[in-house]
């Protein structure tokens, strides 16, 4: 689908930010360096043989086990996944991107982890990293205008968050 | 000077400096479709900003996917795009079938077809009605209706609602179609088949409505595609891309050996294989006209689909199959899948941990992506032009704040 290669291209244009794959599952992935999405993104984007021209999903998935006694069984260690939904309408081929990020900014509980924007390398990323920001908690840094889109703006925590708890309080409102 | 300002009044409105200001519209705008909060920043009637504002109708559709299973689900997809549900419900049952690599029987899969494609007819119908309301002509919002009404009977038959229908469900249907529907749904076809040279006649070719929508919000290809623009949208920007020949092999094998043509405008001019309206001299590929246009040759499209889903269903003596246990639980794993909306390309994606409940619930609404792009359409057009910008978008609000 993705052409002989594909992936050495890859790695020769981002040397290193490839660091998983697994281009046998449901919708083949890869994984790389948060820290490399963007440069991994534009390569896409504009130099790769099949041009990923268009960003189609953005998706947080908390990988958060609150109840401790199912805690102790999962085989995971807790963190926040990034999945990049990708396609290329020249080729008609989709590609799934996905970056491993802390729970917490330096494990501090509240401090969203960051990872940098992918808005300069498409534009209608824009609306999808403020959608995963305001219920998932993610700061994508350099981002032109990150605030919440779907929650109101004095909103408190990130619902969808394993261990969020929905505020018994807003405004005089009963939460329950 | 004075030639000029005869030639175009409009120089006028450019030359005189006025001061900013901020209009707001909405939330509850009659032509937003819904709730949805557009801030304008305009200098006389010229608009230079827009802001939509959304999340009204945010009802937390992903969270509460984390808490029930795959088929409990099924109801709350209703709710995303109200005005197309059984497309909904296709999106998401084919999305866990991908998962739990499950495949409906022969029967099942016609019948879908059959029902997905009568829901676009009434979604597109509702599109141009209330984008006539939206450019201040009441009259075709009641004959659209008038034809949807019918759509919405045959609805109401087989599954018992009339918008929320729950009736494509993971693993098949959750039932057949009572007895003397077929024939009920082919005289309506007929009966609305010269009908649509009507809608032509009352939008199409008036000559007010390609006046407000001809070259007016015009959107290049790079620009819909960067911004992950689908559907009508899409396509009325000339990218030639339709997720029901391009998408994935589970959707596209569902409308295997189904002979339709993607409406979109290939070297200069439509598909034509039927009788429509030729495209106005002041029309621009990408403006509000276009997409309009898509949209009305999407219906006579579904109709032949739906007509030869009937041949196919009626042909299909083999039974429809039962729909997966609601506890039935899903293999470890992540799934993406897009499917053709009326809309756009509605994705959704689901993360499993083994069990019959979602780990993560994902829905990649389409009119969330076209309405993003806005912001770049209004950029310098008229406030009056706005409504006819955000109407051709054609967006659904309870899909965009889920």
Redesign the interface.
Known sequence: MRGPGFLEQLEAAVPGAVVGKNLE???PWIEVAPERIADVCAWLARSSPVRF?????V?A??WCEPDPKKAAKVAWQPHTEM?Y?L?S?PA?A?L?VKAKLPRWQADVPGQPPEIPTVCGV???A???ER?VYD?SGVWFTGHPDLR?????EDWEGF??R?DYEMPLDYHGIRGR | MAHLLDDDPRIIEFDVRTDEMLVNMGPQHPSTHGVLRLVLRTDGEVVSEVEPHIGYLHRCAEKIGENITHRQFIPYTDRMDYLAAMNMNLGWALAVEKLMKYQVSERARHLRVLIAELNRIASHLVGMGAYGLDLGTFSPFLYAFREREKILDLFEEACGARLTYSYITVGGLTADLPTGWLQRCESFLEQFEPIIQEYHALLTTNAIFVKRTANIGVMSRELAIDYGCSGPVLRGSGVDQDMRRDGEAIYTAMYEGYAFEVAVMKDGHYPRDHDYPAVPADAVLGDCWHRFFVRMLEVVQSMDLVRQAIDRYSACKGPLGDPVKLTEKMPAGDAYLETECPKGQMGFYIVSDGSAIPWRARARSSSFSNLAVTHELCRGCLIADVPAIVGSLDVVMGEIDR
């Open positions: 599952a449901l919708d021209d268009s960003l189609q999903c998706t998935v908390d999945v939904h396609w309408t008609r989709s799934v498409w534009r209608g824009n609306w999808h959608e219920l919440r889109i779907l929650c109101p619902p969808l394993k």
